[in-house]
């Protein structure tokens, strides 16, 4: 995915990522979310953050977990840790019960810098949504992660966001239009 194929979101690119390598303090126990309507590109802006050259020189590992309407904690702990490097020596991290995941984890990330991505993220459960918080930041890598979600309700946004929300600002028709024609004729941007 090049750095060409957004369409004018570069400014929001270059703000996350400044975020995300911004010093530790400012950033301690960050979850930043990515608000907007669907399809709006919130999974496309994320995706680039999450391969840009400095995101991954910066951190040791980087995490994607896909969230989509199963906010299951320990789905989404088993994830986070099958995505860890330390992972691929570890036969057994499938089927493991919510308190060995929170066991393991501190040992799988401690001391480690990384992002996790949550995309699709709909549920408004703050009780996980703590709970979530609490094992994955709050296990002794304070200030070494962040945690970005995507998300389109702002009020998910507000219950698990630790700092403002980036509102991704619609388009203009114009802008609208021209995406929808790089996308459905690719070559058609050679000719306008
Ligand atoms: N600014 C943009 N530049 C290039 N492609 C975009 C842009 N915004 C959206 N898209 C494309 O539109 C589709 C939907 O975007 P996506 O990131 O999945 O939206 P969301 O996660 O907000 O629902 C994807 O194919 C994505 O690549
Ligand atoms: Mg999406």
Request: net charge positive; aromatic share 8%; charged share 25%.
């Amino acid at each position: 995915m090049s750095e060409e194929e957004i369409y004018r979101r570069k400014k929001d690119k270059e703000a996350i990522v400044k975020l995300l390598l911004s010093p530790k303090l400012t950033r301690t126990d960050m979850v930043l979310p990515i608000v907007g309507r669907g399809g709006m590109g919130k999974t496309m802006l994320a995706q680039h953050v999450f391969n840009d050259p400095r995101v991954q020189e910066h951190f040791e590992e980087r995490i994607w977990v896909c969230v989509s309407d199963d906010f299951d904690v320990r789905r989404i702990l088993e994830q986070i840790l099958l995505r860890t490097r330390a992972a691929a020596n570890f036969s057994t991290a499938k089927n493991l019960s919510f308190n060995q995941l929170h066991n393991l984890l501190p040992e799988f990330l401690h001391k480690k810098q990384y992002p996790i991505v949550l995309d699709h993220v709909w549920r408004e459960d703050s009780e996980k949504w703590d709970q979530l918080k609490q094992c994955v930041l709050q296990l002794g890598f304070k200030g070494e992660s962040a945690i970005i979600l995507t998300c389109r309700p702002l009020k998910v946004a507000s219950i698990a966001g630790t700092i403002q929300p980036y509102e991704l600002g619609l388009l203009t028709e114009e802008q609208s239009w021209t995406l929808f024609q790089t996308k459905a004729f690719p070559q058609s941007r050679l000719t306008t």
